[in-house]
């Protein structure tokens, strides 16, 4: 998989950002439970090479993983309020929402009451769910400390509509396409691209053994 960010702005300069993709893909694994053998994030794209547990969960996946790197960048660059992104949090349960402008996904007692009763999906990733709010939280703080809170220092964040795909044909064709991502931060001309943080090789949490 291989998907742009819109008219390839190189939103992925920024360190923060890639961590907010990194953490979105390893949302996305939880919920979608899918084979994650590579990926990269670079400057204004990522690959990714990874199987689903069925075809028609890919499109499923890219919409998912597309939508909160997204929403996730553009609330860290107050594009988003705080309301949409808890609203999107809550969304990864089963489609519940806050009732309140007020209330946040942090201590909501009527809300949390309601959700452990009904014993669904965001009782049981509750604690993945809250902290993964105080690490946006962090990463905001980060970007106004670092560039001054309200500046523009991007444009909104978006991605090309579209993403493009290759049905792996066989072993000889898995390794290739492993090797073209590993190799990739030296093929754009990163610095360094033999330490580059943001690629598979670094994550062995997210990585299934081929």
């Not at 990194?22 to 990926?39: E, G, Q, R």
């Not at 949409?84 to 402008?101: D, P, T, Y």
């Not at 014993?119 to 106004?144: A, C, R, T």
Request: charged content about 30%.
């Amino acid at each position: 998989m291989t998907f742009n960010t819109q008219d390839r702005v190189k939103y992925f300069i920024e360190p923060i950002f890639c961590e907010v993709f990194v953490a979105c893909l390893h949302l996305s694994k939880i919920f979608y439970k899918f084979d994650l053998y590579a990926f990269v994030v670079l400057l204004e794209h990522a690959h990714l090479l990874l199987r689903p547990e069925e075809a028609k969960d890919l499109s499923k996946i890219m919409q998912f993983l597309k939508r909160h790197v997204s929403r996730q960048i553009n609330y860290i660059l107050n594009f988003e309020t705080e309301e949409a992104i808890c609203k999107s949090l809550l969304r990864l349960g089963e489609g519940n929402v806050l009732k309140s402008r007020k209330d946040k996904i942090l201590n909501i007692p009527k809300l949390n009451k309601n959700l452990d009763q009904k014993q669904n999906k965001y009782s049981i990733y509750k604690g993945l769910i809250e902290n993964h709010y105080k690490f946006l939280q962090k990463l905001k703080w980060e970007v106004n400390k670092k560039y001054g809170q309200g500046q523009n220092i991007f444009p909104k964040f978006r991605w090309q509509k579209s993403f493009r795909d290759h049905y792996i044909r066989n072993r000889k064709d898995f390794d290739e396409h492993v090797k073209y991502i590993y190799n990739n931060p030296a093929k754009h001309k990163i610095a360094n691209p033999e330490s580059y943080k943001y690629i598979f090789t670094n994550y062995p949490e997210l990585i299934t053994e081929s």
